[in-house]
């Protein structure tokens, strides 16, 4: 019988726990403002994840949104939940709506 060496899995899991990490807080896996505004009905009603830098937020008697700006564009992001705040930096995952 072949013996594994328990001692092995926690630096592999640490490893990969600072890669997922890593890969997150460069971007990696997120659409581009520019694309999405763009060819708008390629996104239409699929889900993407946008990372950006907040630059206004509104709040109406039944709307809140803010708007997020990448290198590429901004965009404006409709939400229920409590607004960001200016100049923050955010990841979003949503589905893309035409207006």
């Known amino acids: 019988m072949n013996k594994v060496d328990t001692r092995q899995f926690p630096v592999s899991f640490l490893l990969v726990c600072i890669l997922m990490i890593f890969l997150v807080s460069c971007g990696i896996g997120t659409t581009k403002i520019g694309d999405i505004k763009s060819h708008p009905r390629d996104y239409a009603e699929k889900e993407v994840?946008?990372?950006?830098?907040?630059?206004?937020?509104?709040?109406?008697?039944?709307?809140?949104?803010?708007?997020?700006?990448?290198?590429?564009?901004?965009?404006?992001?409709?939400?229920?939940?409590?607004?960001?705040?200016?100049?923050?930096?955010?990841?979003?995952?949503?589905?893309?709506?035409?207006a």
């Open 49 to 98: 994840t946008i990372s950006g830098e907040v630059t206004e937020t509104f709040s109406m008697i039944f709307v809140k949104y803010f708007v997020v700006r990448d290198d590429s564009g901004e965009i404006s992001v409709v939400i229920e939940r409590t607004l960001p705040a200016k100049g923050e930096k955010i990841k979003v995952n949503g589905s893309v709506k035409e």
